[in-house]
């Protein structure tokens, strides 16, 4: 009900401000708004600023943004003087004006927008030697952004651009996934003769890479040899390339030629650091032939090429994996032991965790006991924390927390009312200042303290689960702990009635049902993923028709937007998986994300019979992650939701003893 009252007191000001907009005499008519909305009473004075805009008195709007809230009048504020000088024919004061604000603001996409601005009243006026300057530094202020994008089509289009604007455009297009254009850029540079050998190759394994990424092996291939050709390219790109084109053989099913490829890198650039992704993947081939020798020397090789990365893990684990089935858990916990001095954050959790996991049965509780405690402390909201809080005997709502921040009524008033004024001004067909708005007060929210947990907070209040997540999620990056409030925020339980009711009446974990939705949709029931699966549970329109009949659901592939309709789909389906599984979650979460053919060819894999080692032995990252991921979600979600609050809330500061083999 209040969510409801709220959404029709923003719809019925947004109609207040159009208008207000709308009328002959707008100054008096906003006035008379902002009096009414206090909450907007500074976008008022700014918006009634535009007469002045309109006649062209740059000076006017000067003076009047001098009257109004200082950030609101220097980040946005510079549009209105720009525009006008352009109302008064000026155009190159309006250019001067977007590169005099672009000086002086800090946000860097609004010192995107300046330049961007600025470019463009430079380009207008022809002078296109500053408005190529403009545009540059535009895509160096915020590569990643929209208005990067922009500037990058923009600058092409000038007369000026150099084959080096071709370069750096063509990785902005690639960047935002237009690959044709960012080929283009990458290819006219290339053809043009520009950069040492070390810099031609660089741009090419970046095309190679863009294009192995996209399905072109062909063209991946290509690109990647011709970046190993010429002898002066450095060692490690010559190796980069060789590794590139073999994986684009073996993700064309030329599976001889591609290991060929491969091996030809480990033979002449033993010592390269690129090479221990070829040796990772020599060797998981072979292991899933049963050349276990053969396995481990490969897995040897990238260890101690990546002693720190990815491939140099995920070796350990594999090598780990395997004496763990020799039941040589000694030799494993040594193994790990010696890879912990190499791993950092979450790779040393999943060493340690291991590792601990190892003394356990190999008969030293003392050490397993250590390193579970220090995995559970390095983060106990991860799989590999929490796992090692049940294997140290202790019950989930027992992770190690800290005290909550207390709740604040007049932040969680403030927050109300930013995110209120953004939906009024979006409402009102003011897009981009909705938008402008939303980073102005999500970055002073983040300069108080406990702001940023009351802004992610009103945003679930309203329904706007991703956000909110988001919002949670930099929080923690910013901090070395968990609180019980902020993992509510992480972790939030909307169509929680619904969820334990469906759940109830199918049977299932309604815990499992919620850390599955929360990594599927986000709890968002308007989402659709790339495959065309819809709502809560991702559940496919092909799905619903045949399902929906039997369930007495009629139309059921048009109402999959509906939580109800969904949920009751998706947990049919959860429903039938886990009986077809016997129970066995990990199974169910695999056939969920990767299809039951590829579970039924990973059952084969010889980690199957040791349940906790056939998640690490799942080939696909995607999917490994997923099954951990789901996981702990339904863990936290018991943590939070299934236990009494002040347990959940109060942290723990001891660890419990080594539990038995679960």
Same mark, same amino acid.
């Given at each position: 009900?209040?969510r409801?009252?709220a959404?029709?007191?923003?719809k019925?000001?947004?109609?207040?401000?159009?208008?207000?907009?709308?009328?002959?005499?707008?100054?008096?008519?906003?006035?008379?708004?902002?009096?009414d909305?206090?909450?907007?009473?500074?976008?008022?004075?700014?918006?009634?600023?535009?007469?002045?805009?309109?006649?062209?008195?740059a000076?006017?709007?000067?003076?009047?943004?001098?009257?109004?809230?200082?950030?609101l009048a220097?980040?946005w504020?510079?549009?209105?003087?720009?525009?006008?000088?352009?109302?008064?024919?000026?155009?190159?004061?309006?250019?001067?004006?977007?590169?005099?604000?672009?000086?002086?603001?800090?946000?860097?996409?609004?010192?995107?927008?300046? %330049?961007?601005?600025?470019a463009?009243?430079?380009?207008?006026?022809?002078?296109h030697?500053a408005?190529?300057?403009?545009?540059?530094?535009?895509?160096?202020?915020?590569?990643?952004?929209? %208005?990067?994008?922009?500037?990058?089509?923009?600058?092409?289009?000038?007369?000026?651009?150099?084959?080096?604007?071709?370069?750096?455009?063509?990785?902005?297009?690639?960047?935002?996934?237009?690959?044709?254009?960012g080929?283009?850029?990458?290819?006219?540079?290339?053809?043009?003769?520009?950069?040492?050998?070390?810099?031609?190759?660089?741009?090419?394994?970046?095309?190679?890479?863009?294009?192995?990424?996209?399905?072109?092996?062909a063209?991946?291939?290509?690109?990647?040899?011709?970046?190993?050709?010429?002898?002066?390219?450095?060692?490690?790109?010559r190796?980069?390339?060789?590794?590139?084109?073999?994986?684009a053989?073996l993700?064309?099913?030329?599976?001889?030629?591609?290991?060929?490829?491969?091996?030809?890198?480990?033979? $002449?650039?033993?010592?390269e650091?690129?090479?221990?992704?070829?040796?990772?993947?020599?060797?998981?081939?072979?292991?899933?032939?049963?050349?276990?020798?053969?396995a481990?020397?490969?897995?040897?090789?990238?260890?101690?090429?990546?002693?720190?990365?990815?491939?140099?893990?995920l070796?350990?684990?594999?090598?780990?994996?395997?004496?763990?089935? $020799?039941?040589?858990?000694f030799?494993a916990?040594?193994?790990?032991e010696?890879?912990r001095?190499?791993?950092?954050?979450?790779?040393?959790?999943?060493?340690?965790?291991?590792?601990?996991?190892?003394?356990?049965?190999?008969?030293d509780?003392?050490r397993?006991?250590?390193?579970?405690r220090e995995?559970? $402390?390095?983060?106990?909201?991860?799989?590999?924390?929490?796992?090692?809080l049940?294997w140290?005997?202790?019950e989930?709502?027992?992770?190690?927390?800290?005290?909550?921040?207390?709740?604040?009524?007049?932040?969680?008033?403030?927050?109300?009312?930013?995110?209120?004024?953004q939906?009024?001004?979006?409402?009102?067909?003011?897009?981009?200042?909705?938008?402008?708005?939303?980073?102005?007060?999500?970055?002073?929210?983040?300069t108080?303290?406990?702001?940023?947990?009351?802004?992610?907070?009103?945003?679930?209040?309203?329904?706007?689960?991703?956000?909110?997540?988001?919002?949670?999620?930099?929080?923690?990056?910013?901090?070395?702990?968990?609180?019980?409030?902020?993992?509510?925020?992480?972790?939030?339980?909307?169509?929680?009635?619904?969820?334990?009711?469906e759940a109830?009446?199918?049977?299932?974990?309604?815990?499992?049902v919620?850390?599955?939705?929360?990594q599927?949709?986000?709890?968002d029931?308007r989402?659709?993923?790339?495959?065309?699966?819809?709502?809560?549970?991702?559940?496919?329109?092909?799905?619903?028709?045949?399902l929906?009949?039997?369930?007495?659901?009629?139309?059921?592939?048009e109402?999959?937007?509906?939580? $109800?309709?969904?949920?009751?789909?998706?947990?049919?389906? %959860?429903?039938?998986?886990?009986?077809?599984y016997?129970?066995?979650?990990?199974?169910?979460?695999?056939?969920?994300?990767?299809?039951?053919?590829?579970?039924?060819?990973?059952?084969?894999?010889?980690?199957?019979a040791?349940?906790?080692?056939?998640?690490?032995?799942?080939?696909?990252?995607?999917?490994?992650?997923?099954?951990?991921?789901?996981?702990?979600n339904?863990?936290i979600?018991?943590?939070?939701?299934?236990?009494?609050?002040?347990?959940?809330s109060?942290?723990?500061?001891?660890a419990?003893?080594?539990g038995a083999?679960?």
């Amino acid at each position: 009900m209040l969510r409801a009252a709220a959404e029709l007191r923003e719809k019925s000001a947004a109609e207040g401000l159009r208008s207000a907009l709308a009328a002959t005499d707008r100054r008096a008519a906003l006035e008379l708004f902002g009096r009414d909305h206090p909450g907007l009473a500074d976008w008022t004075a700014v918006l009634a600023v535009e007469p002045l805009v309109s006649a062209g008195d740059a000076a006017g709007v000067e003076a009047a943004l001098a009257t109004v809230d200082s950030t609101l009048a220097e980040e946005w504020g510079w549009r209105l003087i720009v525009r006008a000088h352009d109302s008064a024919g000026d155009h190159r004061g309006s250019a001067q004006a977007a590169m005099r604000a672009a000086e002086r603001i800090g946000p860097p996409e609004v010192r995107a927008a300046a %330049l961007v601005a600025g470019a463009r009243r430079h380009a207008g006026s022809r002078d296109h030697a500053a408005a190529r300057s403009a545009f540059l530094m535009a895509i160096e202020a915020a590569p990643g952004s929209t %208005l990067a994008l922009a500037a990058a089509r923009e600058l092409l289009a000038l007369k000026v651009a150099d084959e080096g604007d071709l370069r750096l455009a063509g990785s902005v297009f690639l960047r935002h996934g237009n690959l044709q254009r960012g080929a283009a850029g990458l290819e006219a540079w290339l053809n043009a003769g520009r950069g040492t050998p070390a810099e031609r190759a660089t741009t090419r394994l970046e095309l190679a890479a863009a294009l192995l990424k996209s399905g072109n092996t062909a063209q991946a291939e290509r690109r990647a040899l011709r970046a190993v050709a010429d002898p002066a390219v450095p060692a490690p790109q010559r190796a980069s390339g060789l590794v590139l084109a073999g994986r684009a053989q073996l993700r064309d099913n030329r599976t001889q030629m591609g290991r060929a490829t491969l091996r030809r890198a480990t033979a $002449e650039h033993p010592d390269e650091r690129p090479v221990a992704e070829a040796h990772f993947i020599l060797a998981d081939q072979d292991h899933d032939a049963g050349r276990i020798d053969d396995a481990r020397r490969h897995y040897a090789e990238a260890m101690r090429l990546d002693p720190g990365g990815a491939n140099g893990g995920l070796a350990a684990m594999r090598l780990a994996g395997l004496a763990w089935m $020799e039941a040589d858990h000694f030799g494993a916990a040594r193994l790990l032991e010696g890879y912990r001095g190499a791993a950092a954050g979450e790779r040393l959790q999943q060493a340690s965790y291991w590792a601990g996991r190892a003394w356990q049965a190999a008969g030293d509780t003392a050490r397993a006991a250590t390193r579970l405690r220090e995995a559970h $402390e390095m983060d106990p909201a991860t799989f590999y924390g929490a796992e090692a809080l049940a294997w140290l005997g202790a019950e989930p709502w027992q992770l190690a927390l800290s005290a909550s921040p207390p709740a604040d009524a007049e932040l969680a008033q403030a927050a109300r009312g930013a995110l209120a004024r953004q939906s009024v001004l979006r409402a009102a067909g003011l897009e981009e200042a909705a938008t402008y708005e939303a980073g102005r007060m999500r970055r002073y929210l983040a300069t108080v303290p406990g702001g940023l947990y009351a802004l992610a907070e009103m945003h679930h209040a309203r329904g706007e689960t991703f956000a909110g997540i988001s919002i949670g999620r930099e929080i923690h990056r910013g901090t070395p702990s968990w609180s019980a409030r902020l993992l509510r925020i992480v972790y939030p339980f909307p169509w929680r009635s619904a969820i334990e009711a469906e759940a109830a009446r199918a049977g299932v974990d309604p815990y499992l049902v919620a850390g599955l939705i929360r990594q599927e949709s986000m709890f968002d029931p308007r989402a659709v993923s790339a495959a065309g699966a819809v709502g809560l549970m991702q559940v496919m329109p092909a799905t619903a028709r045949a399902l929906g009949p039997a369930m007495g659901i009629e139309r059921a592939e048009e109402r999959l937007r509906d939580p $109800e309709v969904n949920l009751r789909l998706g947990i049919r389906v %959860l429903a039938d998986h886990l009986h077809r599984y016997d129970g066995r979650v990990d199974e169910l979460l695999v056939a969920y994300n990767a299809g039951s053919g590829r579970l039924a060819r990973w059952r084969q894999h010889p980690e199957y019979a040791f349940r906790d080692l056939f998640a690490e032995r799942i080939p696909y990252p995607e999917t490994r992650d997923y099954v951990r991921t789901v996981q702990q979600n339904a863990r936290i979600y018991l943590t939070l939701y299934g236990t009494p609050a002040e347990e959940a809330s109060t942290p723990r500061t001891a660890a419990p003893a080594v539990g038995a083999e679960r």
